[in-house]
């Protein structure tokens, strides 16, 4: 049987495991600021406004670490907002027991750190310039034909078993030219063509960190925003949304 079965009205909430839960409630509380609700004496319901929220359940001795993969994300509104949480949490980190906070990383647009708290559970905090990540689903509200509702149009691009570390490759997909980056495990998707010249980024250009450099004439692009880094490169590079889908890397060349 194929087809959605499901009449789904929100998207309610998801679950975090935690030590104990009277210190995690007061570390969400007066540390990120989330509001906290004890449900039962094992189920703290955290949250932050909206129709979703966090229910965080006690699971004592037998919590085990995340996985850093595994996060939740926290969007502050600037990248001097996300510099003084670090600090704030650098600061905080003896008191409340941070098994490790990450150095901020990445340019104005796109300002980040990690954190692992006491219970093991990562937090990512961040400030993006623009759009925000739902954003990407906005077009889906618009009238749209009644028997083909708009779709999000990722196609896969290639297998993720081709994409190395610290490498470029380049794919075409519905006639675009598209260059895929694996950044330490983050996949990112750009035009291919430099915006200087018409040179080819995917084939020949070389990938510092999360900066690509075209051999022409060295201008430079931040590949997660395509923001221009280097003259003589001043508009920026177009980038494209990435999923996985089991060892496929799709694009949403929508
Ligand atoms: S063609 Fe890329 S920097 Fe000039």
């Avoid at 430099?194 to 690509?212: N, R, S, W």
């Amino acid at each position: 049987m194929t087809g959605v079965h499901f009449e789904i009205e929100s998207f309610s909430h998801g679950t975090l495991e935690c030590r104990d839960l009277e210190v995690t409630k007061r570390f969400y509380r007066e540390f990120l600021g989330l509001h906290c609700v004890r449900m039962s004496k094992r189920v703290c319901w955290v949250w932050l406004g909206g129709e979703w929220l966090i229910a965080c359940i006690g699971a004592g001795a037998f919590k085990q670490p995340q996985e850093k993969q595994n996060r939740f994300a926290l969007r502050l509104e600037s990248s001097q907002a996300v510099e003084a949480a670090y600090a704030a949490a650098v600061a905080a980190a003896e008191e409340w027991q941070l098994a490790a906070v990450e150095a901020v990383e990445g340019p104005e647009e796109f300002r980040s750190f990690l954190l692992n708290d006491m219970d093991g559970n990562w937090w990512e905090i961040y400030s993006r310039a623009g759009t925000r990540y739902d954003d990407i689903f906005d077009h889906e509200q618009a009238p749209a034909d009644e028997d083909r509702p708009a779709m999000i149009q990722f196609i896969k691009a290639c297998s993720i078993d081709d994409l190395k570390t610290g490498t470029i490759t380049r794919v075409e997909i519905e006639g675009k030219i598209l260059a895929v980056y694996n950044i330490d495990g983050n996949y990112y998707a750009t035009d291919a063509m430099c915006t200087h010249d018409e040179v080819d980024l995917a084939a020949e250009g070389e990938l510092q960190g999360d900066i690509v450099e075209c051999p022409a004439h060295f201008g430079q692009f931040h590949v997660p925003t395509g923001r221009p880094m280097a003259r003589p490169c001043l508009i920026p590079l177009k980038t494209y949304n990435v999923c996985i889908e089991g060892y496929d890397l799709l694009i949403d060349i929508g």
